[in-house]
T-cell receptor
C-alpha cells in the first residue's frame, strides 16, 4: 500500500507556542488529506478535510483559526496548532487519499500516517 | 455512513483464531464493510473490506452474513502483534467520497 509519513513523530512544547505538523504522501499524489485527533483511550475524531489548492473544511467544533491547515501540494499538508495549550495535547493523525481514476483501487483508498504525539506543558 | 456496533473488548490466546463481530443492521445496499486496525501509538491500517461475499487476504478473513446486517473479522492465528483496536466501518461505495468515520472499535488483547 501507499506510504504516508508525518513529522515530527512527537513534540513537546510550552503553552502559548505554535507547533507545525507535516504530513506527506511518499509514493502517490494525494488530492485529499484528512486530519484526525485522538485523545487517550478514545477513538479518532475527524478535524478537517483539505483538498490541494483550496481551503480546508473543518468539522463542527474545530476552531479553524487555532488549527491552521495548508495543503499546498499534492504530497504535502501541514497542520499548525497555534497558541497551544495543555488541552491541545493529543495524538494527531493525518490521512491521505489519491483520486486518480484508472490507477487501481488503492489510489482511492485512505492511507494513514503514523501519528504525531503533541504534549503541551 | 451507517452505524456499526462492536464489543468494547475481546481477549484471545496466542496462536488461536479470533472472531471479531460487528453489527450493522441499518446497512444500505451500496455500503461496503471495511475493517481497519490501530496498533498502540500508531495510525490505523487497512485490514480488509467486502460487499456481499466472504473475503480473504493475507491478514484476515471477512465473513458477511447473508442479510448483510452483521459481519465477522477472522484472524486465523492470533499473534501478540495482532493486539490492537479493530474498527468496523461502513462506507457508501467501494472507497467512498467521504472520510472514514471511526467508532469506538474493539480492543483485542492477545495473551501469550
Amino acid at each position: 500500500g501507499a506510504v504516508v509519513s508525518q513529522h515530527p513523530s512527537w513534540v513537546i512544547c510550552k503553552s502559548g507556542t505554535s507547533v507545525k505538523i507535516e504530513c506527506r504522501s511518499l509514493d502517490f499524489q494525494a488530492t485529499t488529506m484528512f486530519w484526525y485527533r485522538q485523545f487517550p483511550k478514545q477513538s479518532l475524531m475527524l478535524m478537517a478535510t483539505s483538498n490541494e489548492g483550496s481551503k480546508a473544511t473543518y468539522e463542527q467544533g474545530v476552531e479553524k483559526d487555532k488549527f491552521l491547515i495548508n495543503h499546498a501540494s499534492l504530497t504535502l499538508s501541514t497542520l499548525t496548532v497555534t497558541s497551544a495549550h495543555p488541552e491541545d495535547s493529543s495524538f494527531y493523525i493525518c490521512s491521505a487519499r489519491g483520486g486518480e481514476e484508472g490507477r487501481g483501487s488503492s489510489y482511492n483508498e485512505q492511507f494513514f500516517g503514523p501519528g504525531t504525539r503533541l504534549t503541551v506543558l | 455512513d451507517a452505524k456499526t456496533t462492536q464489543p468494547n473488548s475481546m481477549e484471545s490466546n496466542e496462536e488461536e483464531p479470533v472472531h471479531l463481530p460487528c453489527n450493522h443492521s441499518t446497512i444500505s445496499g451500496t455500503d461496503y464493510i471495511h475493517w481497519y486496525r490501530q496498533l498502540p501509538s500508531q495510525g490505523p491500517e487497512y485490514v480488509i473490506h467486502g460487499l456481499t461475499s466472504n473475503v480473504n487476504n493475507r491478514m484476515a478473513s471477512l465473513a458477511i452474513a447473508e442479510d448483510r446486517k452483521s459481519s465477522t473479522l477472522i484472524l486465523h492465528r492470533a499473534t501478540l502483534r495482532d493486539a490492537a483496536v479493530y474498527y468496523c466501518i461502513l462506507r457508501a461505495g467501494r472507497w467512498g467520497n467521504t472520510p472514514l468515520v471511526f467508532g469506538k472499535g474493539t480492543r483485542l488483547s492477545v495473551i501469550a
